[in-house]
């Protein structure tokens, strides 16, 4: 059962209209957009996501099974929109008060691969309900030069987020994916926030920001409970960087007892960052009982001055260091506050090993650097023609964190969760509710 389920006040036979505009800045309405409404948690505590499932719905694409539920309208020349559902429908298995999401979108400018889009997550505890869904179509860029690499982006115009809700609520994410995945998340963005661009390591794909904000109670006309993501147009990016010295490494998963297992090939420098590690020790032998994976060891093949080591898919938390020789080893960092982490050594350390404990089956990327690369002073961003919409959209997943650290801060990431879309990002937070989801 769900005890922090938020309980209905809804009547399963009662008739429900949901309605609503949806909306540019300034109030312009936006008419013919395509709606997609879903039922979206049966749980009190969810992972609330930028790409949710109603936008996987809503695009068309092999979504989830929930897919088949989804509802899809379009607005009126006004710009509103109407759903008319029975109490029940607004219900969980267990009677409770369900997560339902509204999600839209624009069409693709020409200098985007994707148009802006916009999520709604609400409950239903009245008959009858009004949801302002705005559009948010801000200008952003990403340059590289001297400080490294740097995000710019215009904040949410007045006006644009709900009265009852306000602009302060709202956090922002810039958000880098390929294809289906997260190449790197930047949370708790500023306009003009630094980054260290080798997070992107040689990737192509598209960047987006996002402004979220969840957890916010309001009336129940506007939905009780509710998370709203508003996510910019999607623009092609480019990678000025070759790979780091890591990349196609040889690699081994250690067992309990210390003893080492070469993985062929390995998962974890192949550029790949959505791919689990997964490693195997048995490889199918009869009788084999797999035992427990505990460190992942990439092997440089030669004495390296690293400089900059990124962890992606640290579950829960691991801990990295290195070596010369592969048996004295020193700390680099425990990474506790996300699943993934940049972490940059202020002097260079000289290893020809690098080991990441913990669990190491969810790892999906290790990534190590030596020195620092001469940046060209110009434009991440191209234009979408380079990179179709097939390489340039991503998943996503819970936002990333930005913890403590000196230098290139260190960003922790959870990251990879639905499929096929650009989005993304924080907004959504991970979040634990408090009565029910949102």
Request: glycine content about 12%.
């Amino acid at each position: 059962m769900c005890a922090s389920c938020t309980p209905s006040r809804v009547k399963p036979e009662a008739n429900i209209n949901v309605s609503g505009t949806v909306q540019r800045v300034g109030g312009k309405a936006v008419p013919g957009a395509r709606l997609a409404l879903t039922r979206e948690g049966d749980v009190g505590d969810v992972i609330l996501t930028v790409a949710t499932i109603g936008f996987a719905c809503l695009d068309r694409v092999a979504g989830p099974a929930i897919c088949l539920d989804a509802r899809f309208t379009k607005t009126g020349a006004n710009g509103a929109f109407t759903y008319k559902l029975k109490g029940k429908d607004t219900q969980s298995t267990f009677g409770a008060s369900a997560v339902l999401s509204v999600t839209t979108s624009l069409d693709a400018k020409p200098n985007e691969a994707r148009g802006s889009s916009t999520t709604y997550r609400f409950h239903v505890q009245t008959e009858k309900l009004n949801l302002p869904v705005r559009l948010w179509e801000p200008a952003f860029d990403a340059r590289t030069g001297a400080f490294g690499a740097r995000v710019t982006f215009a904040r949410l115009p007045a006006g644009l987020a709900p009265s009852a809700v306000g602009q302060g609520a709202f956090g922002y994410t810039a958000e880098f994916a390929r294809g289906t995945e997260i190449v790197w998340r930047i949370g708790h963005a500023r306009p003009g926030e630094v980054f260290d661009p080798r997070v992107l390591e040689d990737s192509t794909g598209t960047m987006r920001v996002i402004a979220s904000a969840s957890d916010l109670h309001v009336s129940e006309t506007l939905g009780d409970q509710i998370a709203i993501a508003l996510r910019s147009g999607a623009r092609s990016y480019e990678s000025p960087l070759d790979p780091p010295v890591s990349r196609g490494k040889p690699c081994s998963v250690t067992d309990d007892k210390g003893h080492r297992y070469p993985q062929t090939p390995c998962r974890l420098t192949d550029g790949t960052f959505s791919e689990r590690f997964n490693p195997t020790v048995c490889g199918g032998e009869s009788g084999c009982v797999e035992p427990r994976h505990g460190e992942a060891i990439v092997d440089l093949e030669r004495r390296t001055a690293v400089s900059l080591i990124v962890i992606r898919g640290c579950e829960p938390s691991c801990r990295v260091e290195t070596s010369l020789d592969g048996r004295s080893w020193r700390l680099v960092s425990f990474v506790t506050e996300g699943e993934a982490a940049a972490l940059p050594l202020t002097t260079a350390r000289a290893a020809r090993y690098v080991r990441v404990g913990s669990s190491a089956d969810a790892l999906t990327e290790v990534s190590v650097w030596s020195g620092h690369p001469s940046l060209p002073v110009g434009s991440l961003l191209v234009a979408p023609q380079r990179f179709p919409v097939g390489q340039g959209t991503g998943v996503a997943g819970p936002p990333a964190v930005r913890s403590k650290g000196s230098g290139v801060s260190v960003w922790a990431l959870v990251a990879t969760g639905l499929l096929g879309l650009v989005a993304g990002a924080v907004g959504f937070a991970l979040i634990k509710r408090r009565r029910g989801a949102v």
